[in-house]
């Protein structure tokens, strides 16, 4: 078991210091926590009443100041309650990024309501099964998603409001979602409706779904303990960079400033970003909904001194690679950090060379939605020491390598990749405890799937995947998933999926099909009829057509090592998934 080998960290968690650490029971299971600490994000709701006219939230000509969005968060929350819903009440927020999607979540958190972030590029069927695993009692989304939802909507029992941006009056069952932002404001927060009004540290805070080596999307559970175990960790290893000198140059900026590239409803946008400006009084600035647009991002960045970017690595290229590149003014930039797929070392040289100010904080991180975001960190001259490794474990998370017999094994040898810590999910998947069982131990250990090995120094090195799945720009592809879909096809008697390599994707999705005889389907038919079941980003890019079986060892797997070759043989469409 190894646990982070930072002597600065170290330092900053020992007895009496300002991180220290201590051993205690969380639900059942002694971890390593910090003493001092919040009870709950309602807490954080109250540390940001102190900061009237800060901007906070900015989305194109949309700003609010912190005093502002907390005035919004507090009628919302009155709203809620109003509703009927409160303590452990599940909110499905189905939207691009925008303002209302941050204050629901405050909102939320507040009452101790449980947030259900469904995946915005999901299709109907897989937004049918969010909502209806997690038994969603309230529903708020955007016009574009709506529309996706609107015949199903009524199917579900345990729906009993659906609330939509830019509708002006009633559609159906669905309402205008002002009519939530219109509530009387009542000055302060809400009381939750438990016993004594509070928010406890292990109560849920959300369900964060993703999808499933068995086909079928699961919903990790994310408590508010988790949540603030997770910034305490990144406020740690940052206060540790400082004081090992990796700290920005003055570039004139007073308040930090973020920009959010990535969806909120991924644990990197909401927990990683938002959440973490929220606390640290920093500047959380929107894209505009749609399409990643490097140009727009580089004339925010300049527009709002962003002093912060970062996210898949698949959107560094798409900035670094413009060939407007050089048009606008990205001096304020003093960090880059990203996550969710490995970066190529011509990535990392681009991007110091493309932001030199943010040279001695180029950093990459590693975790799951398991843990809440950050497990381990590497950052500044680690980084350049440590090429490839996504660096040390976070100050209270354990990890240890495991073979396939589960002992533990030395560093320099490779196996599956677990987690334990206060960051890491006890409570299991919602409503799946068979996949709870398999992946968390009785005493806390989470299976991450992932194959890795330490090195001497104790930074972790990631190797391959257990599990059968695709990294594509920063989203998890299952392979089983649209393999199932590709069995629909009445043509299909067998299909196969795997991942070739990207350069700016990382990955892409390939599928090998094998048709009845006498089939006429094409590639483009096959492609077309997985996008009425997938969401974009699942449907395959290259489709190869066979006549024969596929290769298979004598237990009957398919051999899919045989299948993966390049992407250049197969029918491929237009890049325009992302």
Known sequence: MTTTTDPVVQELTAPGAPFEIVVEPVLGVPLQVYRDRLDSLRDVIATADGRAGVDFLIQGDRRLTYDEHNALVRRVAGAFLERGIGHGDRIA??????????????????????VVPLNAWWKAEEL???????????????????????????????????????????????????ELFAHDDPGVLPASPTDDGSVAEDDLL?????????????????THRQALANLQNIFCLGLAAAKKGATPPEVGADQQAALLVV????????????????????????????????????????????????????????????????????SSVTRVGYGGAPAPPELV????????????????AYGLTETASIATSN?????????GSVGRPAPTVEIKVADDDDDEVPAGETGEIWLRGPTVMLRGYWNRPDATAEAVSEDGWF?????????????????????????????NVYCVEVEQALFEHRDVI??????????????????????????AATGDDIRAFCAEHLARFKVPEYIELRDEPLPRNPAGKVLKNLLRGDATAFAAADDSAL
């Open 447 to 475: 299976r991450s799937g992932d194959i890795g090995r330490f090195d001497e120094d104790g930074f972790l090195y990631l190797v391959d995947r257990a599990k059968d799945m695709i990294i594509r720009g920063g989203e």
């Open 93 to 114: 927020i189905l939207s691009a990024n925008n303002v209302e999607w941050v204050v629901l979540f405050w909102a939320a958190a507040s009452i101790g309501a449980v």
């Open 206 to 222: 959300a369900i964060l779904y993703t999808s499933g080596t068995t086909g079928r999307p699961k919903g990790a559970t994310v």
């Open 263 to 330: 969806p909120l409803f991924h644990v990197t946008g909401c927990l990683a970003t938002m959440t973490l400006c929220y606390t640290s009084g920093a500047k959380l600035v929107l894209m505009p909904p749609g399409r990643f647009d490097p140009d727009e991002a580089m004339a925010t960045i300049e527009r709002e001194r962003v002093t912060n970017i970062g996210g898949v690595p698949t959107v560094m290229w798409r900035i670094v690679e413009a060939p407007t590149f050089g048009k606008y003014d990205l």
């Open 379 to 387: 950052v500044g001259d680690d980084y350049l020491t440590h090429a």
């Open 494 to 519: 067998d299909a196969a999926v795997v991942g070739v390599p990207h350069r700016e994707l990382g990955e892409e999705v390939k599928a090998i099909v094998q048709l009845r005889d006498g089939a």
């Open 128 to 178: 049918r099964f969010g909502l209806e695993d997690s038994e969603a009692r309230l529903l708020f989304c955007d016009r574009r998603r709506w529309d996706v939802v609107r015949d199903i909507a009524g199917e579900l029992p345990a729906l009993e409001h659906v609330l939509v941006t830019d509708l002006d009056e009633p559609e159906g069952r669905a309402r205008p979602g002002i």
């Open 349 to 364: 040289a681009r991007i110091d060379e493309a932001f030199p100010s943010a040279r001695t904080t180029l950093s990459t």
